[in-house]
């Protein structure tokens, strides 16, 4: 399976900030999704990254709040935006595979801590 | 949009014993369903998958099961070992590379 890897692993920021996130694969995938998962809780998408174009958001989650990039096929970015301590969690982002159009691999997250 | 039921939210079983955790789904257009592994603190870990056109699956100690009738599929970890503590979630999607809807997890925790 493809190699995924997230930075920051973790960070810690001050309310109103703003924090970007990096995913990166060592191999071109089509599919990208970005997740979140709240202390105990279960995943969440919050879009799927699209390729050359906008990403596609899950109700609750809007662009302004959650803007993401996908320049290539092995990169995308997300942007945890005017950040509250309601946005303390854990983002992954996960890719489709060889295996499969819908077998999806996370990387391996990055942990938030907006204080 | 498509909801995932799962139980039980936590399972305490005795190493070597079985444990079964049960996920329904509410989308009759699912038709793929993985499961997933996360231990503390780590990535969710894809353990086994199964598509709607098969009723069961096994690798190894672990296996799942498809009701497509029921909307349930169900996943069986056999002869249970400390290691395989950990939090199970089941998830559906209706293919095509579309997006994975997750259950609630189960948090299983296998004693000596």
């Known amino acids: 399976s493809a190699v995924i890897s997230q930075k920051p692993s973790r960070d810690i920021c001050q309310r109103g900030t703003s924090l970007t996130i990096q995913c990166q694969v060592d191999?071109?995938?089509?599919?990208m999704f970005w997740y979140r998962q709240q202390p105990g809780q279960s995943l969440t998408l919050i879009a799927t990254?699209?390729?050359?174009?906008?990403?596609?958001?899950e109700s609750g989650f809007v662009i302004d709040k959650f803007p993401i990039s996908r320049p290539n096929l092995t990169f995308s970015t997300l942007t945890v935006s005017n950040m509250s301590p309601e946005d303390s969690s854990i983002y992954l982002c996960?890719?489709?595979?060889?295996?499969?159009?819908?077998?999806?691999?996370f990387g391996p997250g990055t942990r938030l801590t907006v204080l | 949009g498509e909801n995932v039921e799962q139980h039980p939210s936590t399972l305490s079983v005795q190493e070597g014993d079985s444990a079964v955790i049960k996920c329904t789904y509410s989308d009759s257009a699912s038709n793929y369903f993985p499961w997933y592994k996360q231990e503390l603190g780590k990535r969710p870990q894809l353990i086994i998958d199964i598509r709607s056109n098969v009723g069961e699956k096994k690798d190894q100690r672990i296996a799942v099961t498809l009701n497509k009738t029921a909307k349930h599929f169900s996943l069986h970890i056999t002869e249970t070992q400390p290691e395989d503590s950990a939090v199970y979630f089941c998830?559906?999607?209706?293919?095509?590379?579309?997006?994975?809807?997750f259950g609630t997890g189960t948090q299983l925790k296998v004693e000596l």
């Open positions: 990254a699209n390729q050359g174009s906008e990403a596609t958001y």
């Open positions: 998830a559906a999607s209706t293919g095509g590379g579309n997006k994975l809807t």
């Open positions: 996960s890719v489709g595979s060889d295996r499969g159009v819908d077998t999806q691999y």
């Open positions: 191999s071109q995938v089509t599919m």
